[in-house]
């Protein structure tokens, strides 16, 4: 059921909507280097397929994993017998290594390949700023509830590529519960329902299958939590976060028992991590350790017994201060670098450690703090931030003694 047009690949509106991104590109024919990233089963691989059947240059795929440079060497030597720039999909381009990332990129910078890479991994921390700076960052995201229906009812009704040819008939509840369980991988609500139909077919002529609510629970091994459309695994993750912040645990504990019984461990498990940084933060970080710990146990003991170290770190977020500043403060920060907002960094804060760097002025100025008792007034921030403050100190927790710190710091520099 992959899609071979871009017209046909599901979701992704934010890129593939009229007047969108890619959709531009492809409208126009022309296609600029791109790196792909966002979870699994949502259209990565798709959306490189489509835009290869919608370009005018050969279009040529690899798999990081399975390739070396001397495939790489293959694809720069096609183009050449060809006399014209090859379009190269990369999956899982953050398995390149250094060297093969080092051969693709002076072909990038010429035009002679144009790179589309994908990755489930986050592209700041797993590629270098090399392929970076000479690649557009898209990111997909889950495809919703409306977006997997749509996917499998194709599935359903399409003869040849699909599972058209079988008499198959789902209860509304079924076939909704199959599309709300998947994450947003359709791939793997493709995989579930032909797991399903395969299963449960009557053989013999002109026999209607009637697969039920039970039939799915039974096959996909997580009970319906009541999915009618607005009820979605994802609304229950966001009631399950905003409760902890909220500091309701009876709340959260309901909406825990809730994901719980799904048999949804992967989701809960993530989720109240990113809780527990997001949301407690620096108003008790040891919360930070004590949630991945009981994470850790969760995946290691499996249900039923998961829920007691869940349980355990829901009462402590729930019932523990809260502080956002210090995400804030960073996605402040990002927020100026998008802008272009960067300048150069002081010459004194550059790298020392090599011969020559004292006649590059590396290093020169520079006051260890250590020397100073521990704190002395220098600037670090580039000069065109010099007086930017990010971070926004809050009187919670733990957070009361860092606040302190911080707005000592502040007055200590309006003395110079």
């Known amino acids: 059921m992959r899609p071979t047009t871009i017209d046909e690949v599901i979701g992704q509106r934010h890129l593939l909507g009229e007047g969108k991104p890619i959709s531009r590109m492809i409208k126009n024919k022309r296609i600029s280097s791109m790196i792909l990233f966002g979870p699994p089963g949502i259209g990565k691989t798709s959306i490189a397929g489509a835009i290869a059947n919608s370009i005018s240059i050969p ?9 070396g440079k001397k495939d790489l060497e293959d694809v720069v030597k096609q183009g050449k017998i060809l006399e014209c720039s090859i379009c190269l999909y990369v999956d899982e381009i953050h398995r390149f290594t250094k060297t093969q ?26 590629l270098p700023s090399a392929i970076l700076s000479r690649c557009t960052i898209f990111e997909l995201k889950p495809l919703s509830v409306q977006d997997i229906k749509v996917g499998l009812e194709r599935a359903l009704k399409d003869r040849d590529r699909g599972l058209g040819f079988f008499s198959v008939r789902f209860d509304d509840d079924a076939f909704d519960h199959i599309a709300a369980v998947s994450g947003g991988d359709l791939r793997a609500a ?26 799915v629970e039974e096959a ?13 695994l994802y609304n229950l993750m966001s009631a399950y976060q905003k409760s902890c912040r ?4 009876n709340a959260a504990m309901h909406y825990l028992a809730r994901v719980l019984e799904s048999g949804d461990l992967v989701t809960i498990c993530r989720r109240i991590l990113v809780i527990a940084w997001e949301d407690v933060g620096l108003a008790d970080p040891n919360v930070g350790n004590i949630v991945l710990s009981a994470v850790l146990s969760a995946e290691r003991l499996g249900l039923p017994e998961a829920r007691i170290p869940l349980a355990v770190a829901t009462s402590v ?6 502080s956002n500043t210090a995400y804030t403060a960073l996605d402040r920060a990002w927020e100026d670098i998008r802008k272009g907002k ?12 090599y011969n020559g760097a004292s006649q590059l002025g590396r290093g020169i100025g520079y006051k260890y703090p250590h020397d100073f008792g521990g704190w002395v007034d220098q600037q670090y921030l580039p000069d065109v931030l010099k007086d930017t403050e990010y971070y926004v100190p809050k009187e919670r927790g733990a957070e009361k003694a860092f606040a302190a710190s911080y707005n000592k710091i502040k007055e200590l520099k309006g003395k110079g």
């Open 220 to 232: 996909l091994n997580k009970k319906s939590m009541g999915y009618n459309g607005e009820d979605t």
């Open 101 to 126: 990332i080092e051969y693709l990129l002076p072909y990038l910078e010429s035009g002679e390949i144009v790179l589309i890479g994908s990755t489930t991994e986050s592209v700041m921390h797993s």
């Open 59 to 67: 279009f040529m795929k690899l798999n990081a994993v399975a390739s």
């Open 342 to 353: 960067v300048g150069d960094i002081p010459d004194f804060l550059k790298d020392a450690h």
């Open 317 to 322: 977020i729930c019932l523990t201060p809260k």
């Open 190 to 215: 493709l995989n579930a329902l032909e797991g399903l139909v395969i299963s449960n077919i009557e053989i013999g002529y002109n026999i209607e299958t009637v697969i039920t609510m039970e039939k």
């Open 246 to 249: 909220g500091s309701d645990i």
